[in-house]
């Protein structure tokens, strides 16, 4: 198996749900990512976990809420979000953690869930 | 914190030519810049990367340089297909902390 699955694809919800978008990935791989990509944009950071613990978080809003179960799945529970959130959340995966690699690490991409918040 | 700037944003090229896309980044300490290619309703898909070690690398029809003294690195795509159309990010790294940035829309026609 070499590749990242996201469930769902599509995700809408209301402003008051709580949601979980789900990553998986069974290549060994130690890091884990979660990123948001507005339309016509890059894809911006949001949280790493590295050897199933958080390593990177950067400065995201509290109703984005990361878990890292084992080292093949990663989750983001949505809660109370807002219509601006509306994105496409794309997971990623890379083979070592932070401080193996040499800091050379491939990230492998998901093809994302397009969240739609009304 | 890294910036990564990325040009030209819409390039567009006759089918067979050449394309070529550039970056700077800010932070000297960035050692891996991968190229990724995103397709319509995608995932980003990494095509080539380069270490800091390099200053050149080739793939077939794409190749990718890095001036560390001067903080460029370029993407080029030769004999464009048609297949090539979509949007290409350059982006730097240090460990897992990855940039990208703002990307460009290739359109080969042809």
């Known amino acids: 198996d070499t590749e990242v699955t996201q469930t769902p694809k599509h995700l809408v919800m209301g402003m008051t749900n709580k949601k979980s978008l789900k990553c998986e990935q069974h290549m060994g791989h130690r890091a884990m990512y979660w990123y948001k990509q507005k339309a016509k944009k890059p894809p911006e950071l949001m949280f790493v976990y590295s050897y199933e613990k958080l390593s990177i978080n950067e400065s995201v809003p509290s109703r984005f809420s990361p878990e890292c179960p084992n080292s093949s799945l990663l989750n983001l529970h949505l809660h109370a979000l807002q219509p601006e959130d509306s994105a496409l959340y794309l997971c990623?995966?890379?083979?070592?953690?932070?401080?193996?690699?040499?800091?050379?690490?491939?990230?492998?991409f998901g093809p994302g869930t397009r969240l739609t918040v009304l | 914190g890294e910036n990564v700037e990325q040009h030209p944003s819409t390039l567009s090229v006759q089918e067979g030519d050449s394309a070529v896309i550039k970056c700077t980044y800010s932070?000297?300490?960035?050692?891996?810049f991968p190229w990724y290619k995103q397709e319509l309703g995608k995932g980003p898909q990494l095509i080539i990367d380069i270490r800091s070690n390099v200053g050149e690398k080739k793939d077939q029809r794409i190749a990718v340089t890095l001036n560390k003294t001067a903080k460029h690195f370029s993407l080029h795509i030769t004999e464009t297909q048609p297949e090539d159309s979509a949007v290409y990010f350059c982006?730097?790294?240090?460990?897992?902390?990855?940039?990208f940035g703002a990307g460009t829309r290739l359109t080969v026609k042809p």
């Open positions: 932070d000297s300490a960035s050692n891996y």
């Open positions: 990623a995966s890379s083979p070592s953690g932070a401080s193996g690699g040499g800091g050379y690490n491939e990230q492998f």
């Open positions: 982006a730097a790294s240090i460990n897992n902390d990855m940039r």
